[in-house]
Nanobody
Framework: QVLLVESGGGLVQAGGSLRPSCAAS????????MGWYRQAPGKQRELVAV???????NYADSVKGRFTISTDNAKNTVSLQMNSLKPEDTAVYYC?????????????WGQGTQVTVSS
């Protein structure tokens, strides 16, 4: 299992930047995939960015070129640098970890951090 704790959300004006971070309770070398999802009011949770083995990354089309996911192996953290923020980026952002056990993926979630972008 893994516990995930997010921090670094907040309120920012459009065009601004935020860098939420997520601390894992185990070495991220033992985690198969880490990532960020978000959920806006009245909408389904959606993938924002993920990073897997070999530091391979994948981003939602809506954030490509603006957001960057990165890991700090020494601190067991994954961060999401968010630049050029737009009001439509407003959502609760959730950290996610996937552990493969006997080939079966098990997903773990943080408690979420609110990101609000004002126009």
């Amino acid at each position: 299992q893994v516990l995930l704790v997010e921090s670094g959300g907040g309120l920012v004006q459009a065009g601004g930047s935020l860098r939420p971070s997520c601390a894992a309770s185990r070495s991220i070398f033992t985690i198969n995939v880490m990532g960020w999802y978000r959920q806006a009011p009245g909408k389904q949770r959606e993938l924002v960015a993920v990073v897997g083995s070999g530091s391979i990354t994948n981003y939602a089309d809506s954030v490509k070129g603006r957001f960057t996911i990165s890991t700090d192996n020494a601190k067991n953290t994954v961060s999401l640098q968010m630049n050029s923020l737009k009001p439509e980026d407003t959502a609760v952002y959730y950290c996610n970890a996937v552990l493969l056990t006997s080939g079966k993926p098990n997903m773990y979630w943080g408690q979420g951090t609110q990101v609000t972008v004002s126009s």
